[in-house]
């Protein structure tokens, strides 16, 4: 079998995504055959660092580049911009040149931050992602986007940047809390449901054996809609299936309630929507898949705290919003509303 699956991106530049279970010492050799010898500015969070920036370093190194290392401390409170000025600081103390790189080593926080520093740093350097959570291989890591928190919200800054490589060794995932490995099944679930129903069926079968193609098979879907909608001006929109009222019960819950489970119960209230609005009635197959994976559907807001809050979604214009609602597994449509009409619709389900 290859030691590779490789998936091409062909967004504004064109990269590959390399999936592989166990290669990260071969980074090295990799990034040798396809760049120039250059610095390489690594940012990862402490806990990565400990266990995984010796094995790139020593790979990177032996292949020519030089490696200078950035390390913070974990977690979203991480995410904002004076950690994004203390990497650039870091950056151009080393005199790190627009010929050289930066490396993200992490989970999405890490890929988001040393993403978007590399958009803005001497006006835009090359960056790799080495994704090191289930929700970077299959999320944030393709498809450039990159930004930080700021008080008024998250991911309030940010910018377009694609990567000019993925490197996903998915044997890093091995020490992941199980909590957050769940939390990336949210997302896994979400590609399903939107946009492949025989992975839904494949997540239905819980085979571990099946994890190496199940997060190949996402960052495909993932690399269609960035391809099809790099910009998100429309069906990069289907990403967000349970994020709008996801992020609602997120909020509400002063972030208690992580983001993977928001998703989870935002999904399920999702196809509820769905079916007031006349499409298939998809709530039990919903509500089945994220209690497998160990999620609980209960919402523990009202139709109103979530609809103020969804008010605040990004993808509301004046008086619309669009919400993602499933056609039936394998399918999702924009659906755009009133938020007169969100209010009712929100109102008339049993949440
Ligand atoms: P994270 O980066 O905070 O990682 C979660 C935790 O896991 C951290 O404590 C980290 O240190 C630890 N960790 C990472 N890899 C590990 C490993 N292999 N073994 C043990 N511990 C490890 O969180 P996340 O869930 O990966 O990412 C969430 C972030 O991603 C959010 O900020 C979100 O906004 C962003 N995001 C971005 C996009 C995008 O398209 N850019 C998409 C989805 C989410
Ligand atoms: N995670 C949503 C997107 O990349 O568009």
Redesign the pocket.
Known sequence: MDKYNIIKVNASHKYNVMVSNGMLHELGGVMSKLFDRCSIAILT????DA??ADTVIKSLEANGFHCIKHTIP???SS?NMDSVLSFINFMASEQITRSDMVLAL???????MA?FASAIYLRGIKYIQV??????AV?????????V?ISAG??LIGAFHQPVLVFCDIS??????AN?MR??FA?VIKYGIILDKELYNNLLKKDSALLEQIISRCIEIKRDVVAADEFDKGERQLLNFGHTIGHSIELLSNFTIT??EAVAKGMVIAAKLGKECGYADVVEPIKNIVEMYGFDTYCPYSATEIYKVALSDKKRDKNNITVVLPESIGKCVLHTISTEELYNLLNRIKL
């Open positions: 969070d402490d806990i990565v266990l995984y974990n977690g979203e995410k992490g989970g999405g926080v890490i890929g988001d993403g994704p090191t959570t289930l929700l970077a999320d944030s890591s393709v498809g450039g986007k990159t930004a928190d998250k991911n890093t995932l091995n020490t992941l809390p957050i939390d990336g997302e983001h993977g």
